[in-house]
């Protein structure tokens, strides 16, 4: 698990096809690697991605043809910059909202505009996943934790103030660019408890059941 406040900047040393499928070679940049040991779990970009070796400047991950076809790993090439984090600890503040590193589609930047001093992006979402994007909601980007501000029709947009544009992968963005998405995990459980609340014998949604699976106290 992650939490969508991303580490570092990193950048792609070396893409190798090995055995049909693909080895990354990442430059970690400024992510502090002390504490990193074989088999630890980095998200790349926001994908979940598992050090098959490292030292204190890079690590190595090897890339299945699913997480290929699946997100916008298939574009990276020597010297694309690519937002990393660690996979979090019990101890870790949880400063974003909780993160999967499972990309559950990929959506495309389609406007960029300034906005005081911040800018706004309208990003363009797969049909699939709109019913998962609330106004004010969590999504996550290329692994980083954002707040949605608008919902309309097949799109979202939202606001990237200075910290954050200075801090990822979202100052290279440009219009049409691809971009990973992950939709909020609240979502996705809520959906699938009302899908079996409405079973045959099963009670409707009601503050009991919510209360009974966990979503408020």
Known sequence: MFTGIIEAIGKVKRVEPVGGDMRLSIDVGSLDMSDVSLGDSIAVNGVCLTAVKFDNSSFVADVSNESISLTTLKHLKTGSPVNLEKALLPTTRLGGHL?????????????I????????????????LKRYIAVKGSICIDGTSLTVNAVNDDCFDINIVPH????????????????????DLVARYLESLLLHSSDKGKE????DLLSKAGFIG
Not at 113 to 128: F, L, N, Q
């Open 113 to 128: 505009a300034d906005d005081g001093r911040s800018v706004r992006y309208t990003i363009k979402v797969p049909a699939e």
């Open 204 to 207: 409707g949604l009601s503050l």
């Open 99 to 111: 993160v999967s590193g499972h990309v559950d589609g990929l959506g495309k930047v389609l406007h």
């Open 164 to 183: 954050t544009q200075e801090r990822t992968i979202i100052q290279s963005y440009k219009t049409d660019s691809e971009v990973n998405l992950e939709v």
